[in-house]
């Protein structure tokens, strides 16, 4: 059984976050530049850990709307389902992991401010601890 990858778009960065090998927990990973070599450089790292799914963040309003956001993240879902073909993509709802992962993030002492990256990061590892919730509650 491979590593899951999880990841959270954004309009500049990617966060990054995987489980160990064992999917009990997830870590942040630097996060990662968007633009075009962003599925190419997911691509490597999934060889690297030995992935074998990656979850996708879809964020959503709280009214369930799609918003701007959740187009970045379908766009990024499909190019990775089209380049990545031995390896399982899904999307994950991602509500509230960025609030969450601050909050966090500020509890332990950190400027959020200065480290947007970090954040980015913080918030896949929240959306991901979600999913492996989710997955052994099943």
């Known amino acids: 059984m491979g590593r899951i990858l999880g990841l959270d778009p954004g309009s500049r960065r990617c966060g990054v976050a ?3 090998s064992a999917r009990s ?3 942040p990973r630097p996060a990662l530049e968007v633009g075009e070599h962003l599925p190419v450089m997911i691509g490597q790292l ?3 850990e030995s ?3 990656v979850v996708v963040g879809r964020p ?3 009214s369930g709307r799609e918003t701007s956001s959740t187009l970045l993240a379908d766009t990024l879902y499909q190019a990775l389902r089209d380049s990545l073909h031995h390896t399982s993509v899904i999307q994950w709802d991602e509500r509230l992991t960025t609030r969450e992962a601050t909050r966090h993030l500020h509890a332990a002492g950190h400027r959020t401010e200065s480290h947007r990256d970090r954040v980015d990061s913080a918030a896949a ?3 991901l601890e979600s999913y492996l919730e989710w997955l052994h509650e099943s």
């Open 18 to 20: 995987i489980t160990d």
């Open 25 to 27: 927990m997830a870590f």
């Open 46 to 48: 999934v060889e690297e």
């Open 51 to 53: 992935v074998d799914l």
């Open 60 to 62: 959503v309003a709280l």
């Open 125 to 127: 590892t929240v959306m």
